[in-house]
């Protein structure tokens, strides 16, 4: 196995911070994703675990497995995707903001 030594997630984390839009972690709460901080608490861990299933292409059950065991937070698949169905206005607002945030600055790059 390849030394992976050089890899820090605490940081790669950090730079995918900075890619979301201004006010992302009180959208989470206005919207709905995080009415209840009971098994998360912020915004942040709720966006990393859900990251795990929608950007790892994981299954909901091993979703929560990595969660437990990357020490991010301890919840079933059910509860996870309860979550999930309550975050979808939250990753639409990103979206938005994402697309408003990138297209205003390279519209050239973006449409020719």
Known sequence: MEDLEWLDE?????????FL?????KAAKELGALKRCRKFASAEVLLRTLLIHLAGGCSLRETAVRAREGKITEISDVAL???LRASGEWFRWMAVRLMEQWVDKQPAALFW
């Open 81 to 83: 995707l309860k979550r």
């Open 10 to 18: 605490e940081d790669d984390w950090r730079v995918v911070m900075k």
């Open 21 to 25: 839009p201004v006010g992302w972690q």
